[in-house]
């Protein structure tokens, strides 16, 4: 079992950046390959980007690609959302999850843990 908490949301304004970060529990951490996802108000979850158990792999979604970067740090049992060159596009509850999965994976239903989610607003 493992529990995920995010942390780092907040307001940021047109072009800025913030970085999120997600705590794991457990001695399994690296086991799980980890995502991050996002829900806009209205909108399904959508897949933002996901990192290998490594580290040495990573797949974005088209609007992350370019101006967000997934990293962690095993040894911490963390996994980080830097986001840079935000848009309004981009405000959502940002969740972390962890897949026991062999592939990376961008569904939400292919993952078996997830956070309580923080939110993100960028602001106009």
């Known amino acids: 079992q493992v529990q995920l908490v995010e942390s780092g949301g907040g307001l940021v304004q047109t072009g800025g950046s913030l970085r999120l970060s997600c705590a794991a529990s457990?001695?399994?951490?690296?086991?799980?390959?980890m995502g991050w996802f996002r829900q806009a108000p209205g909108k399904e979850r959508e897949f933002v980007a996901a990192?290998?158990?490594?580290?040495?792999?990573?797949t974005y979604a088209d609007s992350a690609k370019g101006r967000f970067t997934i990293s962690r740090d095993n040894a911490k049992n963390m996994v980080s959302l830097q986001m840079n060159s935000q848009n309004t596009e981009d405000t959502a509850v940002y969740y972390c999850?962890?897949?026991?999965?062999?592939?990376?994976?961008?569904?939400?239903?292919?993952?078996?843990?997830w956070g309580q989610g923080t939110q993100v607003t960028v602001a106009s």
């Open positions: 999850a962890a897949a026991n999965t062999i592939v990376l994976r961008a569904t939400h239903s292919e993952y078996d843990y």
């Open positions: 457990g001695r399994t951490f690296n086991r799980y390959n």
């Open positions: 990192i290998s158990r490594s580290g040495g792999a990573t």
